[in-house]
């Protein structure tokens, strides 16, 4: 699967025209995974759920002009860098679901995930690429043994995430970087920060960074046009856990970016305007360690920033694996001498 680096294969034609195709050269590992952490299933099939698209770009030279054309993955203008892609169409996803619930012998094989019964649904899947960086326990990074630059791609959202039983919602979570697609757990319409649609289930996703693409965002010209107009308004309802590339880092007198690009941004939204919508919660508890590249503002204008904690959340409804800690402190309290509480007992 993805690559680390790249080989470049170069034909320099008549009338000064030099054409350079870029592809990958060492293969990252990736694997998705359905109803549990390592050991559980790894997904093989259907085959139109999971797809891998590793970068590739032509460049065409004519008289020292050179122009870019991304054929395969995109161009990430943050990163600076092409990015292969692991492609994961909720729709499909949803269609397995749905095919998970018939009896075995009614399930369309080309639809339903292989093997997997609804006793393993979790609710979670995985898109673990194994040789990208890690941290350690004590908190040293381990270098990308290959595959640092492989992200997700989260296509076809636009509908509620798929449910089943006590598992109710989905969150997805990877070590990579994802771009979610256009509307995430939403049709678009009536867009609202708080208050859930009719029938939502709870929504998540957890990355080492998430960017939010319009539902027109180009591959093709992603490398040579520098901040693409967002084709529309985009709707996400989901928590999303992420991470941040520190202020200041080694010295490096660049932000953060603040809260408020947590959720990070490649095209223009400005003009035309374009609002986003983030109805869930924003967690940033570590540090990126693939994407870790700083914030800047000259490869995107901001959209209008509609950003709510959702209702299902604020009434226990959680998507599936969240993190849960409860804790009790002591307030509007007072001592009782022995005398005191052995009188309040007596009068139980």
Not at 3 to 14: D, E
Not at 58 to 83: E, F, I, L, P
Not at 324 to 340: E, F, H, N, P, W
């Amino acid at each position: 699967m993805p690559a680390s680096g790249y080989t470049n294969l170069t034909v320099t034609g008549g009338g000064n025209t030099t054409v350079t195709t870029q592809d990958p050269l060492v293969p990252a590992i990736i694997t998705v995974r359905v109803g549990g952490p390592t050991g559980t299933i790894a997904l093989s099939t259907p085959s139109t759920l999971v797809k891998y698209y590793p970068y590739k770009q032509t460049a065409v030279t004519n008289s020292g002009n050179t122009t870019y054309t991304v054929n395969r993955g995109m161009y990430d203008q943050r990163r600076g860098s092409g990015q292969d892609i692991v492609e994961l169409d909720m729709a499909a996803l949803k269609d397995a679901v749905a095919q998970m619930q018939l009896a075995s012998s009614a399930r369309d094989s080309t639809k339903a995930i292989s093997g997997l019964e609804p006793a393993r649904w979790t609710g979670i899947v995985y898109v673990e690429v194994t040789s990208n960086p890690s941290t350690n326990l004590n908190g040293t990074t381990v270098a990308a043994a290959g595959g640092d630059k492989v992200a997700v791609r989260l296509i076809n959202g636009n509908a509620p995430v798929p449910t089943y039983g006590t598992a109710e919602g989905l969150t997805i979570a990877t070590n990579a970087p994802v771009y979610i697609k256009g509307h995430y757990n939403d049709d678009g319409s009536s867009p609202n920060a708080s208050t859930p649609k009719t029938g939502e289930t709870p929504a998540a996703i957890a990355a080492d960074a998430i960017t939010l693409l319009s539902a027109g965002f180009n591959d093709a010209t992603s490398r040579s046009a520098v901040r693409p107009s967002a084709s529309a308004n985009t709707v996400v309802a989901a928590a999303m856990l992420t991470g941040i590339s520190p202020t200041n880092k080694n010295g490096s007198a660049r932000m953060s970016g603040g809260a408020h690009n947590l959720v990070r941004f490649l095209e223009n939204w400005t003009t035309p305007s374009r609002s986003v919508y983030i109805r869930g919660s924003l967690v940033s508890l570590f540090e990126s360690r693939v994407a870790d590249e700083p914030w800047k503002i000259d490869y995107y204008s901001a959209p209008n920033r509609n950003y709510g904690f959702n209702d299902l959340f604020l009434n226990g409804r959680y998507p599936p694996g969240t993190p849960r800690v409860i804790s009790y402190r002591r307030a509007d309290y007072g001592d009782l001498t022995k005398a005191q509480y052995d009188a309040a007992l007596a009068g139980l």
